[in-house]
């Protein structure tokens, strides 16, 4: 043919700027070329004028020199965009695994995470700082208001400016007796209630405390305003009155402790809601009732029971069924437009025949769960064999004694241990708990398990599933922090359709809140006389 057809296609501009951050050396990129004829020299020397994503089209001619003019005048020039579809099939990507001056993602992911427990140190610190504060303002407050009895009946006593007072007489000292109990109880109930290690660091304050400290402080100024001016102001003789009136104190104390347990203790037991919570990215869930809490408390409270119910999320897991996705391999250009509509039908049963090879791939992932499921199984028997095959070599010493040698729990445990090995190392590898347990660990706990007399189950028990989570010995801290995600106030109390999120690395726990519904029983009672059957026979039956 006198005609020919040529297309050239440029670098695209993702590999331009990855050759430019990368040096020369990193200068080798896709290229696709397509030459179907040589093209005359004017023809190259216009495409070097061109710019270099433009696909040029030239129809073929018959060999004449006019219809070799009509085909030149029916030259088509297209114009690509800079970043097809399908870039990611032929461009070339630099990572920092790949580059020595490169500066991956991980780095950057990597450098946000310092960046950011850097700057929440000072807060961490601030607010560290301010919760002991307020532990000792109210530790403060509450000795003062329990004191103050005692202050005000000791005051008389001590003759100050003249103040003298008559003494003591039966019904006095019988108050005074009965004050002392009531203060051994108030001193009894609030360390009870108050003075304990906090289980959490909340982000707000408790607002029911602030409410207890509030009315402890407004009781103990009115009475130390009403001792002053009534009291001190006038110099009252009657002492029988003032312990009376220290009495009266020490009751109203009593009472405001009373309100404290039923608003930080009795208040929450009560079941008002039903939350959900879902753990990501695994996806293991869990159901609990609750009372009415704030939205911080109720966060603590979830942790709790997290850490007692749910099983040690294994991030290895999650890449022991490998899905495989089937991508279908077809290109499709539309160049000069034309029989679009063709063209988009045949493009669209195209698409619709990969989207069904990817449909396929569902049963790939049914199968390869399947022999997972069959290995884990055949890894266990033969783990439960040998441990029990290696228990029964061992016997506690009786007081006779007999040819064998005596040992202690741990070196029984290191001479039958290699016998169970194997099998322990084999399964351990095929539920991605390895990186768990060590050697020493694993000794330890068989010589615990043989010093007890614990069979072959017992000892094997903690590796047949993962755990809860808070008996996984590595990742152990004496300090978990999580972070709480809510679009409410923490000190507002969990309502219906509330969702917060508790976020740890890569952990998060979000949780849902539903309003348990009133129920409206109504009662309907049987009739005696309806209580009656009649047994109906037809020729069928087989009675």
């Not at 045949?346 to 449909?359: E, P, Y």
């Not at 539920?431 to 615990?448: K, N």
């Amino acid at each position: 043919m006198d005609g020919a057809e040529s297309v050239r296609s440029g670098r695209s501009d993702r590999s331009e700027r990855s050759h430019r951050s990368h040096g020369s050396h990193h200068s080798r990129h896709h290229r696709h070329r397509n030459h179907t004829s040589h093209r005359s020299q004017s023809g190259r020397s216009s495409d070097r004028m061109r710019d270099d994503r433009s696909v040029t089209i030239q129809t073929p001619g018959n060999g004449s020199d006019g219809e070799s003019r009509i085909a030149e005048s029916e030259k088509i020039e297209v114009q690509i965009l800079p970043q097809d579809d399908n870039w990611g099939d032929n461009t070339t990507a630099y990572t920092g695994n790949t580059s020595e001056t490169g500066f991956s993602m991980d780095d950057m992911r990597r450098f946000a995470n310092e960046k950011f427990e850097e700057d929440t140190g000072g807060i961490d610190c601030c607010r560290y700082f301010c919760r002991y504060l307020t532990t000792a303002f109210a530790g403060l407050l509450s000795l003062l208001g329990f004191f103050s009895p005692i202050a005000m009946v000791v005051l008389p006593k001590l003759k100050i400016s003249g103040w003298a007072t008559d003494n003591c007489g039966v019904e006095c000292e019988g108050l005074l007796i009965s004050m002392a109990f009531k203060l051994l109880i108030l001193l009894i109930g609030t360390v009870a209630l108050f003075f304990h290690q906090p289980r959490a660091t909340m982000p707000r304050v408790f607002v029911f405390r602030v409410v207890v400290l509030f009315l402890v402080f407004i009781l103990t100024f009115a009475f130390w305003l009403f001792y002053g001016v009534k009291i001190m102001q006038e110099k009252e003789t009657n002492y029988y009155s003032i312990v009376q009136f220290s009495v009266h104190l020490v009751d109203a104390l009593l009472f405001i402790h009373y309100i404290a347990v039923i608003l930080l203790i009795i208040r929450q037991l009560q079941p008002q809601y039903v939350i959900h919570v879902v753990r990501s990215p695994d996806g293991e869930s869990r159901t609990y009732t609750l009372g009415n809490l704030s939205i911080q408390r109720a966060a603590v409270w979830i942790l709790e029971q997290y850490y007692k119910d749910f099983p040690v999320f294994n991030p290895y897991l999650e890449n022991v069924i490998k899905k495989t996705l089937k991508m279908s391999s077809l290109k499709f250009y539309d160049v000069d437009g034309g029989q679009q509509t063709n063209n988009n039908a045949r493009n669209r049963a195209m698409f619709a025949a990969a989207g069904r090879r990817r449909d396929g791939s569902h049963n790939d992932r049914f199968y390869e769960e399947q022999e997972y499921d069959r290995r884990v199984r055949k890894r266990r028997s033969r783990l439960v064999t040998a441990a029990e095959e290696a228990f029964t070599h061992i016997k506690r010493m009786q007081e006779e004694t007999g040819p064998a040698v005596p040992m202690d729990p741990q070196e029984a445990a290191q001479a039958v241990f290699p016998s169970m090995a194997r099998p322990l190392q084999k399964f351990l590898r095929v539920t991605r708990q390895q990186p768990r347990y060590t050697m020493e660990s694993v000794l330890s706990h068989l010589a615990t398990c043989i010093s007890h007399d614990m069979s072959a189950k017992s000892f094997i028990e903690r590796y047949l599933n993962q755990g809860i989570v808070i008996m996984n010995s590595k990742d152990y801290r004496d300090t978990q922090k999580w972070v709480l995600v809510c679009d409410q106030l923490l000190t507002r109390e969990i309502e219906h359709n509330l969702v917060f999120q508790l976020r740890q690395n890569d952990v998060s726990l979000l949780c849902s809140v539903r309003k348990l519904p009133h129920f409206n029983i109504t009662e309907e009672v049987i009739d005696p006389k309806s209580n009656k059957f009649v047994l109906k026979l037809s020729s069928e039956t087989s009675v």
